[in-house]
């Protein structure tokens, strides 16, 4: 029942390579992100899937809200949501050989809840503190109540990693992967490619699996940001899978008999511009309702992705307890957004832009580059803005500036973002300060706001990671949801889809609760 399916055109048919004679050979795969750095339990960025091969995780997340054993082969969690127990496998070992236990668990969990690794992740955030309490069980008392841990420790994000290496080699973690995974860490050539060889010891899969070793004798990453350069890769055959599509030529690829693709949407928050609110105008209402109101998002997606993606709300309608009475609550309207803005104080000027007390009405927002149609969406949202008499300047940026400015309201008043989950937990990742934070209220990674808070919202986000009934988590979310359209912090655009392409020969890629590709069960036939 785990979500690693054999889908659409890359099934396989569910036959068992060996058995069909095929299998063995290096499987390329061009991606869009190369990761900063290896170390998952620092980096939460772009480069996830590319670290999996060598991961594995405590538990399989079946995507609909349950999950399934893996390096653990059961566990117990409290009423209250902060403690979790978990009863591992006794047959595992590391890539450098040592065992896996309880206390090599336990030194990741102390490795990200030490505030001098500068860990980013939800995990982190929570103050996880492990406790061994035999060689194979081990106990984490987090420091606040979270319902959805299990998601957050199912992500690559949450591989473990060796203990020896953790302890004795920490530096060598931004670099070179020692894992329990189907792969192992072979070598990375910066700027070019991230290779993995298999593992032959291999017999941990969770169940859903095949038994056994990958069929893939490697798999080599390739890095290949322009959309067209990874489009090409795949028709020239130097790659044999393409990590995202670009709208503009899957259609391409669907009418060729050459090639086979795979597209589904993501769960979670799908791509949406945020309203940074302590800065003006964003501190009042009606301007934040005016930009709200004053998108035609239908027009807006139909064209930045040709018409390949939905319009989306507060949560993508694939999340697990997605709320559908919730859908098409916004609406747009330009005459109410010019008579809000005229509201506020905010009147057309002789040049066409809106003016008040001597100062313009520009904003300003950075592209999002591993986003989808991000530039190309940012444009759109300019144009009619403009239309409104606010003027929308998109600037490119390097990362460094981007993710300085972007703590900063008053350099980045309009921040674009998304995150991916398999539950409905992703909306508190999302807006609450102490995670991702995206409203910059007071007590989040920013040094420079100390004063915004919405109390409220936290109160309503706390009671969604405390609550363990999914009913009423169902409820809680949707009153959340509600609470974002009226307050208009946020403006929901598209939901994100993940769109591979590969080559014919490829057979039984599978995909993880968030889209992330598995290779382990994949394999090569013969042309």
């Known amino acids: 029942r785990g979500r690693l399916r054999a889908r659409g055109l890359l099934a396989g048919g569910g036959g068992d390579a060996d058995a069909l004679g095929d299998g063995g050979g290096q499987l390329v795969v061009a991606i869009r992100a190369e990761p900063a750095q290896l170390n998952p339990l620092v980096d939460q960025g772009s480069g996830a899937h590319s670290v999996r091969p060598a991961l594995d995780s405590l538990v399989w997340d079946n995507g609909d809200g349950t999950h399934a054993p893996w390096l653990a082969s059961s566990w117990e969690v409290s009423d209250d949501a902060t403690t979790y127990v978990f009863h591992l496998r006794k047959d595992v070992h590391f890539h450098d050989g040592t065992p896996f236990n309880a206390a090599a668990v336990k030194a990741n969990f102390d490795y990200v809840n030490n505030p001098a690794n500068k860990s980013t992740g939800s995990t982190a955030k929570l103050k996880p503190v492990a406790t061994v309490i035999d060689e194979y069980t081990v106990s984490v008392k987090l420091g606040t109540p979270e319902s959805s841990f299990l998601t957050l420790i199912a992500a690559p994000y949450f591989g473990i990693l060796s203990q020896q290496q953790i302890e004795q080699d920490p530096k060598s973690l931004a670099t070179k992967l020692i894992g329990t995974g189907p792969f192992k860490f072979d070598s990375w050539v910066k700027g070019q490619s991230l290779t993995y060889v298999r593992n032959d010891d291999y017999q ?96 807006i997606v139909a064209s930045a992705t040709f018409g390949a993606y939905p319009v989306q709300e507060y949560l993508a309608s694939t999340t697990p307890d997605f709320n559908k009475e919730l859908k098409n609550k916004i609406s747009y309207d330009a005459d109410k957004a010019n008579r809000l803005l005229d509201e506020a104080g905010w009147t057309l000027g002789a040049n066409g832009l809106r003016q008040k007390d001597g100062q313009e009405l520009v904003l300003t927002a950075y592209e999002s580059l591993p986003q989808p149609q991000n530039k190309e969406t940012l444009q759109l949202v300019a144009q009619q803005w403009g239309k409104l008499g606010v003027k929308l300047n998109v600037l490119a940026g390097d990362a460094g500036s981007k993710t300085l400015d972007s703590l900063d309201p008053a350099k980045t008043p309009v921040a674009p973002g998304m995150v991916g989950r398999a539950d409905p937990d992703v909306i508190k990742s999302n807006y609450y300060p102490t995670n991702r934070n995206v409203l910059l209220q007071k007590g989040g990674v920013s040094q420079k706001v100390n004063s915004f808070v919405d109390d409220k919202l936290n109160g309503l986000l706390d009671a969604i990671a405390a609550e363990t009934d999914a009913a009423k988590r169902l409820q809680l979310t949707g009153d959340v949801q509600r609470y974002l359209i009226a307050q208009a912090y946020v403006i929901p655009i598209f939901e994100e889809p993940q769109a591979f392409a590969g080559a014919t020969t490829v057979k039984d890629v599978g995909f993880e609760a968030v889209g992330r590709p598995s290779f382990y069960a994949t394999w090569l036939a013969k042309p």
């Open 204 to 299: 941990w899969a969770p169940a859903q699996f095949h038994a056994g070793a990958a069929y893939l004798d490697s798999v080599k990453y390739v890095f290949l940001p322009e959309d067209q350069t990874r489009y090409n890769a795949l028709t020239t055959k130097e790659a044999h899978v393409v990590d995202y599509i670009a709208p503009e030529y899957a259609k391409s690829v669907k009418q060729s008999a050459d090639y086979q693709n795979e597209e589904f949407l993501l769960p979670g928050v799908g791509y949406s511009l945020h309203f940074n609110t302590r800065r003006a105008p964003f501190d009042k209402l009606e301007v934040r309702q005016a930009l709200l109101h004053g998108l035609n998002r239908e027009e």
